[in-house]
């Protein structure tokens, strides 16, 4: 959430400036509103004044003095009305004003303006026809779409054999790397979350349709981002403490409300699927580093994985709500023969805390400060099992096992189909 003193002096600016992203966020108004509030609340403190004085005389008050409370009284009351009604529209275009884009995120309407930082790895060179994942996957017996649907519905995936065991093998390797090589401390969180944490983390209100939610209230978590930024809400930190680095494995569950005809096949796009998140709290002034160096975590799975990919960074119209800058990893899938989206690494700076009350204080005595909360999947299981089985494939239609995934999978170098 942004700041009201802020909105203030900016409102304007960010939707002339920045359409793509706050021309939808009902600001057209703010300025106005804000400006009758603060008129409204001057004139309330001036009445209460007056009143104060009024009552502070000696003896009984003259018919006058009293017929001028009367009047204060339903002058207060009126006053005080007009500051609450404009508090609640004001908070309720807050709740759903994005974050500021960084000076340093391209500009422009939607993906098609995303920026390419930097390429790692080349596409393999086939000398047959790479098959897609979700022919791979059933002519090897691991995947099963068909159950899936009998079971739950579309978009959801039943592994089987192989594709189980290299499931439980990836959220292995992924958490030993982050925890034993990169410091993060591991945490298994709730999969259920109440609204406060969503809001805390900015996927409610604008996000609410994309979420699952049960009937006592809580709602299906749809990242790890969504418990571990919400373990220290409403808490005050010491300057020692940080950083803060935190590594979760979960399920993710997302009724994809907004993605209609997009990546319909396989496992791309479910409505659950396992992932490991890594999360950070920084003072203000580390969280560009920060940024960087989590990115650099996600990044150092894929090249372990020898699989190639990309670093985008996203545009000011394709940024999610609560990001200042994201850099997306785009992992080479050449059954599908494009880049795809594998990982997305966001630096929040203040926005989160500010929803979640996430503050620390750099000395004793002095006034707490908002944290900055960035956090990046690495990897989801799904997309990097797709990732692992067009890059790995071979013309007899086995999968060649990734050099360092072997010691998870009992020794086993490739997967053919049994049976």
Known sequence: MLPREYLRENADRLRA?????????????????????????????????????????????SPEALAE???????????????EEADGTLAGVEKRVPNVPQDSVPRGPDETANRVERTWGEPRRFDFAPQAHWDLGPALGILDFERAVKIAGARFAVLAGDAARLSRALIQFFLDVHVDEQGYREVLPPFLANADSLFGTGQLPTLEADLFQTREGYYLIPTAEVPVTNLHRDEILEASQLPLRYTAYTPCFRSEAGAAGRDTRGLI???????????????????NAALERL???AEDLLRRLKLPY????????????????????????????????????????AFQARRASIRFRRAQGEKPEFVHTLNGSALPVGRTMVAILENYQ??????EIPEVLRP????????RRVG
């Open 17 to 61: 400036e920045m359409p793509e992203r706050f021309g939808k966020a009902g600001l057209e108004t703010y300025a106005a509103v804000e400006a009758e509030r603060r008129a409204a609340v001057t004139r309330l403190e001036e009445k209460r004044r007056r009143r104060n004085e009024l009552t502070a005389g000696r003896g009984k008050p």
């Open 69 to 83: 409370m009367k009047a204060l009284k339903d002058e207060i009351r009126e006053l005080e009305l007009r500051t």
């Open 269 to 287: 796009r479910l409505h659950q699927f396992d992932k490991v998140e890594i999360v950070h709290f920084v003072r203000p002034e580390d969280s």
């Open 295 to 297: 990115t650099g975590d």
């Open 310 to 349: 990309r670093v985008v960074s996203l545009a000011t119209g394709d940024l999610g709500f609560a990001s200042a800058k994201t850099y997306d990893l785009e992992v080479w899938l050449p059954g599908m023969n494009t880049y795809k989206e594998i990982s997305s690494c966001s630096n929040f700076e």
């Open 394 to 399: 071979r013309a007899d239609g086995s999968v």
């Open 408 to 415: 998870y999978m009992g020794g086993r170098t490739e997967i």
